[in-house]
């Protein structure tokens, strides 16, 4: 199963901007890809995701804020931030469908201040 690992999370003020980064150990061609995350006390939720045909999806509250993109090359899935809320504090994690498996990220921590 393919292996994947987040950086780029920390801490920023409201307005600010963070780009997170995920990489794969293998190549991440043919597979879906994309971020989810998880406030503390809440449920995980879909934050954005990349289908192996390129389409995109987005939740609603991060549209025109967030920005996720591939590089199949580098085997890499990542998520530009903008315009970050505290309400987009929370444990982002990256994803990878290997089949019939999904295989997930360990997690990076973002911290957005009011």
């Known amino acids: 199963q393919v292996q994947l690992v987040e950086s780029g999370g920390g801490l920023v003020q409201a307005g600010g901007s963070l780009a997170l980064s995920c990489k794969a150990s293998r190549s991440l061609f043919n597979l879906n890809v994309g971020w989810y995350r998880q406030a503390l006390g809440k449920q995980r939720e879909l934050v954005a995701s990349?289908?192996?045909?390129?389409?995109?999806n987005y939740a609603d509250s991060v549209k025109g804020r967030f920005t996720i993109s591939r590089d199949n090359g580098k085997n890499t899935v990542d998520l530009q931030m903008n315009n970050l809320k505290p309400e987009d504090t929370a444990v982002y994690f990256c994803f990878g469908d290997d089949g019939p498996r999904r295989a997930w990220g360990q997690g990076t921590q973002v911290t957005v201040s009011s």
């Open positions: 990349v289908i192996s045909g390129g389409y995109t």
